[in-house]
């Protein structure tokens, strides 16, 4: 069918540039540059501003939900890198969908990119703002609420009579033909400023990523010395086991659904491992650095989130992180550790570190945009390149807009569900992929994904899990087969997710299936459990709208159109 056509591989490689072939980028990162990348878009976010809400859901417990994210995305990262290491080219899962599953799904894959990159950069921003201006309060320096509140967050708290800034903000606005103006102005200034940096070069933004990561990992690592040593200096151990619902000390005092109610905020801490590989064309050797790149910052980055989660949850009793949007800061204040000059220190690392993020987000957009115009799947505009920079520019300015725009009537809270849903959504597609693409010999200097037969392997981990969690969460089997009242639209997920893996049982059995990807593809669809109905509604409405866009302009204008497909 014309809908799952495949672009073959050496037609990707002969157009993106492989080395051998010039695609009008600059080739200037290293594999350390590629790793700083990683850590400059892992930890960011995620640990300065969504870490909060992860703690509240989850409590100490939530660090075994960062390590089964990461162990998700450790299974994705080995299917990026063996993709990475046979197509070097710009465009991330898009260009890895087109080679193993074809047009349709290559396209559902950019379109649902857009959401991790762009929509994930509206959180960002918003994050950076709210850091930006706690900064400038320490300074001494106020600025008015309805400038540094979003429109969306000043009506809920007007329409629910919450009482806070937002409020303010809605009550001090001025008006303008009975319209309140209230703006976001630090998170509108901060996307200029890196569209400006991202549209001069990926040199530039190089030197300035790499600057922003050390003075990173340097707070970072500060907080986690200074605030275990007051953890254990004023022995406040008992916050890592808090009364439960029934006042029983417990890691997990919302159990194990509590710690998957965190599943968005510490998902969302991770998604920019896979920006390393939208770098490919800029990279001086793609088929042996992206893949160092890309494993290289998930495990530095996993460990840092461990042991921020442990401070963090030591330092105040987990409740105490409700609706908290700066939590690093929080644990400084005075009804915690009470030490200022860290509380000062923390809140400068935050502007830096989400600094960081948005300028890796900011280059990935673009350049996936760039490959899908190349395929003749976007307009022809978002392939130009800049004379003098050498950079997407018509992409990289598109790009401005749509995380600039909507900047202003959004909010934090459902730009932050609306990524992560996406974002796993590629991933599965990814490391369904690589479980398609046959195998290859192992060849010098490139990554190869090690081939563990999974016949009898899943099988056998399906069981010993199965095992696990009647022993550990004895009542989890009764709860999700529990169809009764509402429970029927939560535990839906979960036994959509029991039957794909009686599906992939079966499959591994009889076709030999590789095991790494296939767990990679099992972790991410059990993620995905853990998202809310609402955030699968708003997904589907997204898709929707990608595939009107596809049937009335891309399939007509696919080059595949008049090439030879697979």
């Not at 990926?202 to 990523?209: D, L």
């Not at 916050?239 to 599943?263: E, K, Y």
């Not at 204040?333 to 300028?359: D, Q, R, Y």
């Not at 997904?539 to 595939?547: A, H, K, T």
Request: overall charge neutral; aromatic content about 14%.
């Amino acid at each position: 069918m014309k809908l799952f056509r495949r672009k073959p591989i050496a037609t990707i490689l002969k157009e993106g540039g492989d080395g051998e072939h010039s695609s009008g980028l600059n080739k200037v990162l290293t594999v350390k540059d590629l790793t700083f990348f990683g850590i400059a878009a892992i930890l960011g976010a995620g640990s300065f501003s969504s870490l909060g809400s992860a703690v509240f859901n989850g409590g100490p417990g939530v660090i075994f939900l960062f390590v089964i994210v990461a162990i998700a995305c450790a299974f994705t990262a080995f299917c990026y890198s063996e993709f990475a290491s046979r197509i070097p080219v710009a465009g991330s899962a898009y260009t890895y969908a087109y080679s193993s599953f074809g047009e349709l799904f290559a396209w559902i894959i950019g379109w649902a990119l857009i959401m991790e990159y762009s929509i994930g950069n509206i959180y960002v921003a918003y994050s950076w703002s709210d850091y930006f201006t706690s900064l400038l309060g320490q300074c001494g320096v106020q600025m008015p609420e309805y400038l540094c509140t979003s429109y969306m967050e000043a009506s809920k708290a007007f329409k629910g009579n919450v009482q806070g800034e937002a409020l303010t903000a809605w009550n001090t606005a001025t008006e303008i033909g009975g319209l309140k103006i209230i703006l976001d102005l630090p998170a509108i200034i901060i996307n200029l400023v890196i569209t400006y940096l991202v549209y001069k070069g990926v040199k530039e933004s190089k030197n300035f990523s790499n600057l922003m990561v050390w003075i990173k990992m340097f707070v970072v690592g500060l907080i986690i010395i200074v605030g275990g040593f007051l953890i254990f200096k004023n022995d406040l151990f008992g916050n890592w086991t808090p009364d439960n619902s029934v006042g029983i000390p417990s890691f997990m005092p919302n159990g194990f659904s509590g710690v998957m109610m965190a599943v968005s905020g510490v998902f969302f801490a991770y998604i920019g491992f896979d920006a390393v590989s939208v770098m490919a064309e800029e990279s001086k050797n793609p088929q042996r650095d992206l893949p160092r790149g890309m494993i290289y910052s998930l495990v530095i980055c996993t460990v840092v989130y461990i042991l921020l989660t442990l401070v963090l949850t030591g330092a105040a009793n987990y409740k105490a992180f409700e609706g908290i949007g700066d939590p690093l800061a929080f644990i400084f204040e005075k009804e915690n550790l009470n030490l200022p000059w860290m509380h000062f220190l923390v809140a400068i690392c935050a502007v830096v570190a989400m600094t960081s993020v948005m300028l890796v987000f900011q280059m990935g957009q673009p350049r996936i945009w760039m490959t899908m115009s190349r395929d003749g799947l976007m307009p022809k505009r978002f392939s130009t390149i800049h004379p003098k920079y050498k950079t997407p520019s018509y992409s990289t300015l598109i790009t401005g807009l749509v995380v600039g725009v909507p900047l202003l009537f959004t909010d934090k809270t459902f730009v932050l569900d609306f990524t992560s849903i996406g974002t796993l959504f590629a991933f599965v597609l990814v490391c369904g992929g690589v479980l398609l693409i046959p195998r290859r010999e192992k060849e010098a200097g490139k990554f190869h994904l090690p081939y563990i037969n999974a016949k009898f392997v899943f099988p056998a981990l399906v069981v010993i899990s199965i095992l696990l969690v009647v022993s550990f969460v004895p009542d989890f089997f009764s709860n999700t087969f529990d169809f009764e009242g509402d429970k029927m639209a939560t535990n839906l997920p979960m036994v959509v997710f029991f039957v794909l893996i009686v599906v992939m049982m079966v499959l591994s059995y009889l076709k030999n299936l590789s095991l790494i990807p296939l767990l990679g593809l099992i972790s991410c669809c059990y993620l995905l459990t853990g998202m809310a109905v609402s955030n699968w509604m708003w997904f589907g409405v997204w898709l929707v709208i990608g595939l009107v866009i596809y049937f009335s302009f891309s399939y007509k204008n696919s080059r595949l159109n008049v090439e030879p497909a697979e």
